[in-house]
């Protein structure tokens, strides 16, 4: 019966790599006890996307298995690390970027962040826009102030599950920070090597806007796992969107998709849509480029920003909260993507039956 469980599962595909569970190793435990089949898969993330389809699929493919009458299917989750990790003990740095201000990239950071988190994973974020660090205020910690550990190393902040670095927990409040491009470069290295970050499956890297020195610092110092950019629909922010993507390109950082944010208003007393600033035009920059999501405008979002709860945990059930969240997880299902893709080959043929 195992067997033949065993076999069922082999015919089942991964709806984005499109390969069989049981040659991915994603099958962790199968068994059938009176005619109750358990499986557990073991997911390449726990924001997997597709996690309704797979036990969906999973369900339908072993209750075909004559003489199984149910079947129970549980889920583990282990994040796979690229063929070079980023640093050590941290799986994928992921840079979150747009080509202008004003478009919500840091809002979009925390709450990416904070939902990959509350999903389970380990994640961490910096705050790399160091002359407007925003990311303290948004997690609630303004006031925190960075300490250092017993190894003398920078001891990150921890809110709602993450754990963050940013410039506004360690210089005063209000204070401008006049530094040229080698002081930039130093203040990102030491948030890069000299935090005592621990194992994270994600560090999330909340850019400054445009493609100057904290970019071209970041992406020549370590093996970046890929880049999200951030736009709102309109002409004037995609311009500068395009910009910031040929940068990517020519660090040669893979750009993992878009998040068109401010896409679209609903008034809360008629429930009729606006498009204030246009929509879909973010689909303009190339059909390579995968749509991570669309964000409404929504006031929650910005009045959970200035409390210092993200929208994910404090409305997860708005509009905007789920199209962020939907963000976080159609990210991490890229990030599985690239990850197994470079690996297939070391993958076995099938898993032994427990």
């Known amino acids: 019966m195992r067997e033949a469980v065993m076999a069922a599962l082999s015919t089942v595909n991964d709806p984005e790599l499109h390969r069989d569970l049981v040659s991915l190793g994603m099958i962790e435990q199968a068994s059938v006890e009176a005619g109750v089949a358990s499986v557990k898969v073991n997911l390449t993330t726990p924001a997997c996307p597709l996690k309704g389809k797979i036990e969906g699929d999973v369900r339908e493919a072993v209750m075909a298995v004559p ?3 149910s079947v129970n299917v549980t889920f583990g989750a282990m994040v796979r690390p690229p063929a070079q990790p980023a640093l050590p003990g941290v799986k994928h740095v992921l840079l979150i970027g747009s080509g202008k201000g004003g478009v919500g990239k840091s809002s979009v950071s925390v709450n990416v962040a904070a939902s990959l988190a509350r999903d389970g994973a380990r994640v961490g974020l910096l705050d790399a826009d160091v002359y407007g660090p925003s990311v303290a205020h948004m997690m609630g910690q303004g006031g925190a102030k960075v300490t250092a550990n017993a190894e003398r190393k920078m001891q990150p902040i921890e809110a ?3 754990k963050f670095v940013s410039m506004a927990n ?4 209000g204070q ?3 530094w040229r491009g080698p002081m930039l470069h130093s203040a990102v290295q030491q948030f890069l090597k000299d935090a005592a970050w621990g194992e994270l499956d ?4 909340d850019l400054p806007p445009g493609t100057g020195d904290v970019q071209l610092s970041l992406t020549q110092t370590i093996q970046v796992t890929g880049a999200v950019i951030v736009t709102t629909p309109q002409d004037v922010a995609l311009i500068d969107a395009a910009r910031a993507i040929d940068m990517f390109r020519k660090a040669s950082v893979p750009v993992l998709g878009i998040v068109e944010n401010m896409s679209y208003f609903v008034a809360p007393d008629t429930g009729h849509t606006y498009d ?6 973010s689909r303009k920059l190339g059909e390579e480029y995968l749509l991570l999501g669309e964000v409404p405008i929504d006031i929650d979002v910005r009045q959970d920003s200035d ?3 993200p929208a994910v945990l404090a409305h997860p059930d708005s509009a905007a909260a ?8 159609n990210l991490a299902g890229q990030v599985s993507v690239r990850a197994l893709s470079q690996s297939l080959a070391d993958l076995p043929d099938q898993l032994t039956i427990v």
């Open 170 to 173: 360690l210089s005063p409040a």
């Open 322 to 329: 789920q199209a962020l969240i939907q963000v976080a997880r």
């Open 176 to 178: 401008a920070l006049v």
């Open 307 to 309: 409390r210092g709860t």
């Open 202 to 205: 994600y560090l999330i890297v």
């Open 160 to 162: 709602h599950g993450v």
């Open 67 to 69: 003489g199984v009458t």
């Open 276 to 281: 204030l600033f246009g929509r879909g035009g």
